[in-house]
């Protein structure tokens, strides 16, 4: 059975770069088509972020345009999320997820993450 | 952006009885690109319901999706104790935003 395991820096200050991994175990990313990273804000919901798959191919949030970026190191079995230029509306508790047939069928318990100084 | 408003924002019931809540898009998401989903306080997300209608694994069959096109059902047909949690859906027909509704809670009354 997949899992996933979210890990980085609980703290950013403004206008720095937040930084997450998440861990996949009990599976290979390659053998599974599309991760997603989504987010929880107080004020907003759940956001969805962007997706890759474990040939590189990337899908981004528009509303976010070029502050994410999404990579995947297989030989690690793990993808990243980066978020630039960060405000205190970034601040939320960030999920990676697997990607099912149009859902997302494994998450991990998730990471908080508060932007301030 | 397709956006997804659901109702009621809270529902109040009591263990035993039906839970009817609704998802609908601003534009048709076919009956493939729609999930449900369950979450409890401190918890990640569940996948509940996928392909408007089909149930992931695991997961109890007195929970049930229905609905295409731009409305979307589910109906939890006997509330136990641990349902009582906020439930949302999320669109997957609008690459590459697929968005959330702002979430149901039912709470106990």
């Known amino acids: 059975q997949v899992q996933l395991q979210e890990s980085g820096p609980g703290l950013v200050e403004p206008s720095g770069t937040l930084s997450l991994t998440c861990a996949v175990s009990?599976?290979?990313?390659?053998?599974?088509?599309?991760w997603s990273w989504i987010r929880q804000s107080p004020g907003k919901g759940l956001e969805w972020l962007g997706e890759?798959?474990?040939?590189?191919?990337?899908n981004h949030n528009p509303s976010l345009k070029s502050r994410v970026t999404i990579s995947v190191d297989k030989s690690k079995n793990q993808f990243s999320l980066k978020l630039t230029s960060v405000t205190a509306a970034d601040t939320a508790v960030y999920y990676c997820?697997?990607?099912?047939?149009?859902?997302?069928?494994?998450w991990g318990p998730g990471i908080p993450v508060t932007v301030s100084s | 952006e397709i956006v997804l408003t659901q109702s009621p924002g809270t529902l109040s019931l009591s263990p035993g009885e039906r839970a009817t809540l609704s998802c609908r898009a601003s534009?048709?998401?076919?009956?493939?690109?729609l999930a449900w989903y369950q979450q409890k306080p401190g918890q990640a997300p569940r996948l509940l319901i996928y392909?408007?209608?089909s149930r992931a694994t695991g997961i109890p069959d007195r929970f049930s999706g229905s609905g295409s096109g731009t409305d979307f059902t589910l109906t939890i047909s006997r509330l136990e104790p641990e349902d009582f949690a906020v439930y949302y859906c999320?669109?997957?027909?609008?690459?590459?935003?697929?968005?959330f509704g702002q979430g149901t809670k039912l709470e106990i009354k």
């Open positions: 997820a697997k990607n099912g047939a149009y859902c997302s069928n494994i």
């Open positions: 009990g599976g290979s990313i390659r053998n599974n088509g599309w």
């Open positions: 890759i798959h474990h040939s590189g191919s990337t």
């Open positions: 534009q048709s998401v076919g009956s493939t690109y």
């Open positions: 392909g408007a209608s």
């Open positions: 999320q669109q997957w027909s609008s690459p590459p935003l697929y968005t």
